[in-house]
């Protein structure tokens, strides 16, 4: 697979697709997950005893190509870390738990290894059965998920979005199916998937299954109520979800004897009976549509033993070639994961069980050729080098990849307007929502160059925002008070705010009055103090007299 600055992905049937700069060819996910960002840790674990590149090497060398990235609302807020030895990873020293999730996947990107990012968890403890809860709306968390796509949607090897990790619970009170206006998932998972795709129309978007889905759908199987969190799709033939047939997958969880003792596992005939179970509960749907599962695992011993064997028979049989494997980590208490206890040595016999899918989908063919035809390939990441609100720089840095020199281009889409005051290493041209970098000249195989711009914001909205008034030298006709307004937002804006009438305006400062009624004024910026960074405040005066 080829890693370059254009990556779109799409379902076409039952298959998975990467569109590369043009060239189309089918994906195939050999996927594991890697926990840590959706605890309060808020950083994959394991770098206490590894470097976390070393890690990406050796996925690499095991043959697995993408990663399953569960995270928590606060992990993407750029929230604290802990548990981390700087010692061996000296570059994460000083960084929030997002800037830590972007270098992870930026060095994944390196290694042609795909990222998918999961919603793992509002909070950071425990995983809720729905998608919002009594403090948490469903607004919030797709303007959470919205923060997201936006942070990582110019990253070439994010494919997509997990849009909630194992929705459960009962009928009353939990997710379901076809059953429940406010709760059932097919229509959650639409809402939020749609709000995604404006962001990001380049991914894919993982559904998982509920627990339970409705009374009538469930009842008609005699394991219908034996499924797993996220791991019950028998209703999505009858109610499918409504998001665009290119971009849909299903991602059903399913887990054997050492996680729950299912009364399948007892029946005599194990592991014979698992496939019918399988296929009701979500194989039957691999006919019409792609499924991907999204988690399987557990310790190898015993009878998970012949459960794993068995569903990786009937994986391949069914061809269900792409899967995220639970866990990377060796410390998921009920499943442990590829590695063990000291994060280094690997569980070979649950790998080479594994890895019997490695194959799956894949076709050989002989070739006459002695040597590999050239190919040309770059790929580029971007950072923002300085923002001081009234406007910005951007770099991005371009990798070759290939084996040819090549004449990169890099498009950055504006979000606001902007005037470009300077830009370096490349040719520059302008569209009224795009800006177009291009190579000034052909950047060499396995070399990178650094090449952006910077501009400044022009305010053309105006965004309200919120305010506190502190009132000071009373006197009996008059007063005088400080504003201080909070940029709450996840982007730099150029604020307004509008603050009760009390008396007549004698005079203000660090800011304009824009606006007056006979209850309020508003105020907007002064050209010093125009734009509010995310997280930041600032002030303003103004004295009134009766």
């Known amino acids: 697979m080829l890693w370059v600055v254009f990556a779109y992905f799409f379902v076409n049937g039952t298959m998975l697709y990467a569109d590369i700069n043009g060239t189309v060819e089918p994906l195939y996910l050999r996927g594991v997950n890697w926990f840590g960002f959706e605890t309060e840790d808020h950083v994959v674990h394991g770098l206490w005893a590894r470097n976390y590149q070393d890690m990406l090497d050796q996925m690499k060398e095991l043959g697995f190509n993408a990663i399953r990235l569960p995270f928590c609302t606060d992990s993407v807020l750029n929230s604290s870390v802990r548990y981390i030895n700087y010692d061996l990873n000296p570059d994460l020293e000083g960084l929030g738990s997002l800037d830590i999730m972007k270098k992870i996947v930026e060095e994944a990107g390196k290694r042609g290894i795909y990222v998918l990012l999961d919603y793992h968890r509002i909070g950071c403890t425990e995983i809720e059965p729905l998608w919002y809860t009594e403090n948490f709306t469903e607004q919030d968390y797709i303007n959470t998920w919205l923060l997201v796509a936006q942070e990582f949607k110019d990253y070439p090897n994010v494919i997509g979005a997990d849009l909630k990790n194992e929705p459960h619970g009962w009928y009353e009170d939990g997710a379901t199916w076809g059953y429940n206006e406010t709760r059932d998932w097919d229509k959650g998972a639409a809402r939020i998937g749609q709000a995604i795709l404006e962001v990001a129309p380049h991914w894919l ?189 951007i770099e991005f840095t371009i990798y070759n990849n290939g084996t040819l020199p090549v004449n990169w281009t890099v498009v950055w889409n504006k979000t606001s307007d902007i005037e470009i005051t300077s830009y370096w290493n490349a040719l520059l041209t302008e569209t009224e929502t795009q800006v177009i970098l291009e190579a000034a000249q052909e950047l060499a195989p396995s070399s990178s160059i650094g090449a952006g711009f910077c501009a400044n914001r022009l305010a053309t909205t105006l965004t309200e925002l919120p305010y506190t008034i502190q009132y000071y030298s009373h006197w ?35 800011a304009e009055l824009i606006g007056e009624d006979a209850y309020s004024w508003t105020f907007k910026g002064a050209d010093w103090n125009e734009f509010l960074l995310p997280g930041a405040t600032t002030e303003f005066g103004l004295c009134a007299y009766n």
Request: charged share 20%; proline share 6%.
């Open 476 to 510: 009996r006709r008059g007063y005088c008070a400080k504003v201080t307004v909070y940029n709450n937002l996840s982007s730099t804006v150029a604020w307004q705010v509008t603050i009760p009438k009390k008396y007549n305006l004698v005079t203000y400062w660090n």
């Open 205 to 393: 978007l993982f559904v998982e299954g509920t627990q339970i889905t409705n009374p009538e759908i469930d009842s008609s199987y005699e394991y219908g109520y034996n499924s797993w969190w996220g791991g019950n799709l028998m209703a999505a033939q009858q109610y499918p979800v409504d998001l665009p047939r290119d971009k849909l997958v299903y991602s059903p969880h399913v887990y054997g004897p050492d996680v729950y003792p299912q009364p399948y596992f007892d029946d005599p005939t194990f592991p014979d009976n698992m496939p019918e179970i399988w296929e009701t509960h979500f194989g039957y749907l691999s006919d019409e549509y792609p499924v991907v599962i999204g988690e399987f695992g557990g310790t190898y011993e015993g009878q998970d033993q012949i459960w794993q064997q068995a569903i990786v028979d009937w994986m391949l049989s069914k061809q269900l070639c792409s899967f995220f494997y639970w866990a990377w980590n060796p410390n998921s208490g009920d499943t442990g994961g590829i590695l063990e206890d000291d994060w280094t040595t690997v569980d070979w016999d649950k790998y080479n069980n594994l890895k019997r899918l490695f194959d799956c989908g894949q076709t050989t063919t002989e070739t006459t050729t002695s040597q590999e035809e050239p190919i040309s390939s770059y790929y580029y990441t971007s950072q923002v080098t300085s923002d001081w609100g009234s406007g910005f720089c």
